[in-house]
């Protein structure tokens, strides 16, 4: 049969409108209702990041025997097929054949490829006649039925009071996806809405079939996607699970193409992870990570910052990295059911690592691909001490401690060094969540056992550093310009820089050497030495939009780097018995027993017997949903 494997696809003004994302226009044409109306001698190419086909991957990965190009088309035109390899940093092209069609009406065209060799499939089309016109197309298969593999995704999306972006992906998916009949995976996919925040109306919420509502406690992203997991596995009709944030935009195209793709997928990388690039929300065309690698202590984003409008990029994007381990983020992660399982959940870190855990303990092949990708708020506009001092940090510990090389020297060294970093830059708040996020890593795995993680995000929230919008600080005059200088211009030498160490940062300078204030950029980017001399910094996030007053205290110095150096000592005299505990603790607080009692589950269950005996109802044994 012919089965349709990728779809061409237009912007979509309310989803993506970067246009060379799509095709690559040469002359005079139009977007109209669907269709591309292209003038006398105008060319539209689709080497692009959502219409190029990623042959190298599909041929790697799937049983892909032959692929033909259908296109519907009114009008004469050359179109041209080519095919395309990355070569020592640059594309390498081969036309594969050019053909001259002509029609007077709306009529599809077959074109069969050559998939023996290279890495990238496209198309371009010549218009040979005044107001040419492309309908679409697509990319298809000839396979037999029975040669497909079984799949059915449930799709996990965890949300806590944040209305607005989850019922707008969930009216997206279910009216442009679910309920189009031209797809192939479209009754093939179910959607499990897990409510951390108990606020979501059911009778919003819920579309028998399609769509299923679960109340839970709030216990972080981890809990939250545990819970769907679990309930993922009562239904044995499923073979895969997707997880994906609630706040992010996707185009539907990337759930079709991830169906497709494992309905093809070779047995051997039926354990395979598929994991969605990430694309910034507020420049569309720039990714942020596509894969990622943990090193210790240091994730290491894959083809960060890529500006996919250019083809050798989306190219170079499809090369393979041959790293271990791989971290396939929770933005958008496909996961086979072969993987997770009752024995086999998340850790309890409520936010931040749960992810990353969970793909270092389970990754040996994660796949990507082009036009697989979800658009999210970018990370250096949302940077938060919070999350980044202490749950990041605590929960990096644990999982150093039961996956990593357990080395207490380097534990002590990276602590040391990013406390140093937060002192050096007077953002005591952050010193200080270091050094709460250790004391409750030394606490031992009975400190995530028994935590109300609510409780204890408020009790550090309070410590972290406030930001506020530019606009809104009027203490000093902030212009842009005299900031952008102030981070240009700080370059030093190997003196000054020596010479800023041995002063803690110009903290050891007398008030009289000190600047009365300064400016310094501030987030993942920061650089102390921006800081070095500062009574008080504006510290300002490197798009400009936040402003944080940060004050040098000795008082706090003194204070602070006693409690640095007493933590540091705790953690390196500590560190080999804790590691231990964590990896005999860690099975039981990966398994659904433990998660039920966790998220009370079990309680709600007793409830529910209770009540159906005063209600003279027999009772029997009830799953873990609702």
Known sequence: MKYRIQNILLPDPTVCDEERMYYRRMGLLAQVEGTLRIRKYASCEFSTYFNSFSLNKWRRYTRLSNLHLSLQLDGEFIVSLYSARWFRGSVVRECLQTVKISSDKKAEFTFPVDITSNDSIYFKLTALQEDSVFYGGYYYTEVLKKDLNP??????????????????????IVNQYLRVKRYNGSAHFHILVVDNGQTLDPKEIVRPGLVDLYPNINAGGSGGF??????????????HMILMDDDVLVQVEAFEKTYNFLTLLKEEYNKAFIGGAMIRLDQKNIQHENLATFKGYRLVGLKQQ???????????????????????????CCMPKTIVNAQNLPYPFFVRMDDIEYSVRNIKEAISLNGICVWHDAFDNKYSTLMEDYFMFR????????????????????????????????????????????????????????????????????????AVPVGDYDKFDVFYGEFRAAVDKNRESIIKQWFRYLTLNGHLLPSALMHRSGFAEYGYGSHSKMFFGKRTTLAIDPNFQTVTELKRSSKKDVQLYARGISTCLRLFTEYDRLRKEYKAEFPAMTNEVFWTHYLRLDEKKAAEKDKKRADGKPTGGSPAGE
Not at 310 to 331: C, G
């Open 226 to 239: 545990c819970r769907g997991m679990m309930e993922s596995l009562h239904n044995e009709k499923s073979t």
């Open 151 to 172: 799949v059915e995704i449930d799709l996990i999306m965890c949300t806590y009071r944040r209305e607005f972006y989850l019922k707008r992906n969930l009216d997206l």
């Open 306 to 332: 890529l500006n996919l409008n250019q083809y050798s990029l989306v190219l170079f994007n499809e090369m393979p990295e041959p790293i271990h381990p791989v971290y396939a983020a929770w933005w958008y």
């Open 395 to 466: 929960n990096n510990l644990v999982v150093d401690a039961v996956h990593g090389e357990g080395d207490k020297y380097i534990v002590s060294a990276f602590f040391t060094f990013r406390f140093i970093r937060a002192m050096f830059q007077s953002d005591y708040g952050g010193a200080e969540l270091l050094c709460d996020g250790v004391d409750n890593f030394l606490k031992g795995p009975e400190f995530f056992k028994t935590v109300d993680p609510v409780q204890d995000r408020a009790e550090h929230g309070t410590k972290q550093t406030k």
